[in-house]
Each structure stands twice: as structure tokens, then as C-alpha cells.
């Protein structure tokens, strides 16, 4: 047995107990189907018919609960098929699903280099899997494999500098942990955790917090025996050498360069994210999406007949602030942003529904075409920068 498959029998990831199943439900980046619609069909995808997803690595089942759960509640068709190395993994996944009633689910134990003899796919997520891999590039290739011409993928993986203080701490516990089976691993790694000074660049990283939720988040974070971070322009080297091209990622703020500086003129897209990749300092992950480089690339939000989604608030709640002061307080990574939004935006805002298309919410705002063209595109690409807003048909 591999040393991750053992990790994952051990302690599978993330810690989840089907029963609280009935309490909550999970969402997240990437794979919540609104955001993926955004990101991926520029908010225009027809679900009508059955969407074929493939959650490749999908542990404990956080992405297939959120997946399927909202089509099903949306009274959408899918089949998603769930792939992953870890026995221990998938029996709590099933137990998630038997606890909801979800159906049109099929569990696979093994690779993800697989996928291929699987897909093709409309869908694919893959959280928190790739930098895992030996040759994470195999992974690229093979999910890219597994894609239909019109398909697109969510995946996330671990970012470098968020993680501070991280991989020293990986490399010392696994040195000196080597060979002893995960419990005793983990027994040993704490110990030496808690003599570790205050002044290590992890115990002064807030960033991370895995490591105080669970034994399994502790293992993950700190002996996990293969993890390799991605700078954003690593990430999408590996997209393009397997044929994909990133369309988007759920907060463009963060990487945006022009919050700390100009950006020159000869500098391309994925450059000047890597630097504010680097001047930002606190993403421990990078959430992206991407296509096959074929693909027709549609960008959101571009027609009469796009319907906005908020995100985080009710159309009347976010109304109301933006009328009272023109903005609104948003925090990322920690970090309080003051967003400053058009006051005349608040009589659109209070139509926001998730239902009505946008033509319907100018009919009923209000404003004129002048008007409409200085607030409302404005107030859109403010909230979409900060994944406040994203367009998707899914609930017309």
C-alpha cells in the first residue's frame, strides 16, 4: 500500500460525519454549479438535459454532496460518477449520499489517471488531488483526457505562499517519522509540534487552520509524504500542456495587480498575476476553472437574457446598503475590503433573484438606458471581482 492510500485509510479527508448530513449542507469553490455555469458558460449553460460530471479524488464527498444535492433540488438531471484511491474515503461518501436520498451516483475505487476510460465528461471537479500526485502532469492530461469537447473542469490545489512554514515541517515529521505506521506518525508529529517555538513561521501564519479542526486535518497539512504547491503561472503551464485554458477563478480581486501597482504595458494576463500572487502572500490555494483550449470561451453576464445570482446576501439586504452608503465591506483571506458600489445600482440589486433575466430587472429598476449603462455594469463587474455575483440559467 502506497503511503497516501494509507494515509487515507487512516484518516480520511476532510473529517465528515454523514449524520450531520441532516443539518447542513456543505458549498464551496470549486463545483457549486452556479459558479461553475459562470466560470465555464459564461452563466448560459442548458441543463435540460443530463449532465455528466466526474468527481476525480473525491475523498469524504464534500464536492459530490454539493453537486448533486443542488441539481437535485433544482430538479436537474446528472450522473456523476466518483472516483477515489481510499476504501475509507468512499464508505463515508456513500453514507453521506444514503443519508440525503441522492441517487444516479456511481462509486469508483481507484486512479484518477483512469478517468479517461470513464468520461467523456461535461464536468469535471477535482479538489485538493493533483499536487498529490507523483507526476502531477499525468493528472492534468488525464482529466483533460476524460473532458467532452464542450466540457469544462473546477479543480483546486495547494499555493506556496499562503502555506508559510508548511513543507519545513512536512519535510522534518516525515524524516523522523518515516516508516512508522499514520497513528504512531501522527502521536510523534504532535509532540514535536508542540515544541516547536512560537516564532516558527507556521505558528505565526494565520492563514492555517487544518491542523486544529481534526487528527486527519493535522496529518493532511503536516505529514502528508507527497505535496507540491502551484504558483498561479505554474498552474496554468500544466492547463496548457494538457490542452486546457483557464477561464476563470471564483475571486478575481486576488489576483489582480492593479491593487498594488500599475501594470506595465507589455505585461500579459497570467504575469501579472503571479505578481499580485506574490504581493497578496496570504492564498494557500488556487481555485481555477478551465476548458479544452477548442472551446468557445463565453464571458458572463454579456446579454438580456443572463440572470444574476448574489451570493452571500438577499437582493433587498445588499439594496438597502449600497442605497444607504454606495458600498460594502467584503472581506478575502482575512483581509477587510471596502467595495464602492453605484448608489442607482440598489434599485437593481433589489430585483436580484436568481430568477429574473436582466431584462426584466432594467424593466423593473427603473432607470433609463443612460442611467442603466453608468450603474449596473459597473455594480456587476465590482461584485463578480469579489465572487459576489455570478450569472447562471440553472433555476430558469
Known amino acids: 500500500m502506497s503511503d497516501v492510500k494509507a494515509q ?8 465528515r460525519k454523514p449524520a450531520d448530513e441532516k443539518k447542513r449542507l456543505i458549498t464551496g469553490s470549486p463545483s ?39 441539481l437535485t433540488s433544482a430538479g436537474k438531471k446528472y450522473e456523476i460518477t466518483y472516483i477515489d484511491l481510499s476504501e475509507a474515503s468512499r464508505k463515508i461518501a456513500e453514507a453521506r449520499v444514503r443519508a440525503r436520498g441522492l441517487k444516479d451516483i456511481t462509486f469508483v475505487t481507484g486512479s484518477l489517471l483512469d478517468a479517461p476510460d470513464y468520461g467523456p465528461f461535461d464536468y469535471i471537479d477535482c479538489c485538493g488531488v493533483l499536487h498529490h500526485l507523483p507526476d502531477p502532469q499525468e493528472g492534468f492530461n488525464a482529466l483533460a483526457a476524460a473532458l467532452a469537447p464542450e466540457g469544462g473542469i473546477g479543480l483546486m490545489v495547494y499555493a506556496p505562499y499562503g ?4 513543507y519545513p515541517l512536512q519535510e522534518a515529521f516525515g524524516t523522523l517519522t518515516k516508516g512508522l505506521p499514520p497513528k504512531e506518525q501522527l ?54 500542456s ?28 497570467v504575469e501579472a498575476m503571479a505578481l499580485a500572487e506574490k504581493l497578496d502572500g496570504t492564498m494557500k490555494t488556487h481555485v481555477v476553472y478551465a476548458r479544452p483550449s477548442g472551446a468557445v470561451q463565453r464571458q458572463a453576464g454579456q446579454d438580456d437574457r443572463s440572470i444574476p445570482h448574489l451570493k452571500g446576501a438577499s437582493g433587498a439586504a445588499l439594496a438597502k446598503a449600497v442605497a ?10 482575512g483581509v477587510k475590503h471596502v467595495v464602492k458600489i453605484p448608489k442607482q445600482a440598489a434599485a ?49
Do not use: C
Request: charged fraction near 20%; aromatic fraction near 8%; hydrophobic fraction near 40%.
Open 187 to 240: 502521536v510523534r508529529a504532535k509532540a514535536m509540534f508542540e515544541a516547536l517555538p512560537g516564532s516558527h513561521p507556521f505558528k505565526l501564519n494565520p492563514n492555517l487552520v487544518d491542523h486544529k479542526q481534526s487528527d486527519a486535518g493535522f496529518y493532511d497539512l503536516l505529514l502528508h509524504s507527497q505535496d507540491r504547491p502551484f504558483k498561479i503561472d505554474q498552474l496554468v503551464a500544466a492547463l496548457n
Open 8 to 15: 487515507y485509510e487512516a484518516y480520511p479527508y476532510p473529517e
Open 163 to 166: 502555506r508559510s512554514g508548511v
Open 32 to 70: 457549486h454549479p452556479l459558479e461553475l455555469d459562470h466560470h465555464l458558460f459564461g452563466g448560459q449553460r442548458d441543463w435540460s438535459g443530463t449532465t455528466r460530471i466526474l468527481v476525480a479524488g473525491g475523498g469524504t464527498g464534500d464536492a459530490l454532496i454539493q453537486l448533486s444535492q443542488i
Open 348 to 396: 437593481v440589486l433589489a430585483g436580484v433573484d436568481g430568477r429574473r433575466d436582466l431584462a426584466a430587472l432594467k424593466a423593473g429598476s427603473g432607470l433609463d438606458g443612460l442611467a442603466w449603462a453608468s450603474a449596473w455594469p459597473e455594480a456587476s463587474r465590482k461584485l463578480e471581482q469579489f465572487g459576489l455575483l455570478l450569472y447562471s440559467r440553472l433555476l430558469a
Open 324 to 333: 444607504a452608503k454606495g458600498q460594502i465591506p467584503v472581506t478575502l483571506n
Open 242 to 269: 494538457a490542452g486546457l485554458t483557464l477561464t476563470g477563478v471564483p475571486q478575481p480581486y486576488l489576483y489582480d495587480l492593479s491593487r498594488f501597482a500599475p501594470r506595465p504595458d507589455n505585461m500579459d494576463d
